[in-house]
Nanobody
Framework: QVKLEESGGGLVQPGGSLRLSCAASERNIRNYNIGWFRQAPGSERDFVAAIRRSGGYTYYADSVKGRFTISRDYAKNTVYLQMDSLKSEATAVYYC??????????????????WGQGTQVTVSS
């Protein structure tokens, strides 16, 4: 069982930045694809970004491409989501997830087996 814990959420003004962290209990996090998803009130859980276990290839939702960056630090068993130029529509609970899913499903939340509890991000002036 992989345990994930998100941190780094908070209140930020439009145009600001936040860095979310996803700390994993599993030393072999490198065996998993890691995804970030977000869910706003009354909405479905949407794909934000993912980093592939082999090769470290990254994938982004069109809405965040060029503004968000996913990265990983195996020494710290942690995956990060750097969010820049934040917009109000980014307000949501952000979740990280781990899975040994196939590449074609890397944007599909149902293909991830392990989830964190989420961290709230609020973008407001």
């Amino acid at each position: 069982q992989v345990k994930l814990e998100e941190s780094g959420g908070g209140l930020v003004q439009p145009g600001g930045s936040l860095r979310l962290s996803c700390a994993a209990s599993e030393r072999n996090i490198r065996n998993y694809n890691i995804g970030w998803f977000r869910q706003a009130p009354g909405s479905e859980r949407d794909f934000v970004a993912a980093i592939r276990r082999s090769g470290g290839y990254t994938y982004y939702a069109d809405s965040v491409k060029g503004r968000f960056t996913i990265s990983r630090d195996y020494a710290k068993n942690t995956v990060y989501l750097q969010m820049d130029s934040l917009k109000s529509e980014a307000t949501a609970v952000y979740y990280c997830a781990a899975g040994q899913n196939i590449l074609s499903a890397i944007r599909d939340s149902e293909s991830y087996r392990h989830w964190g509890q989420g961290t709230q991000v609020t973008v407001s002036s």
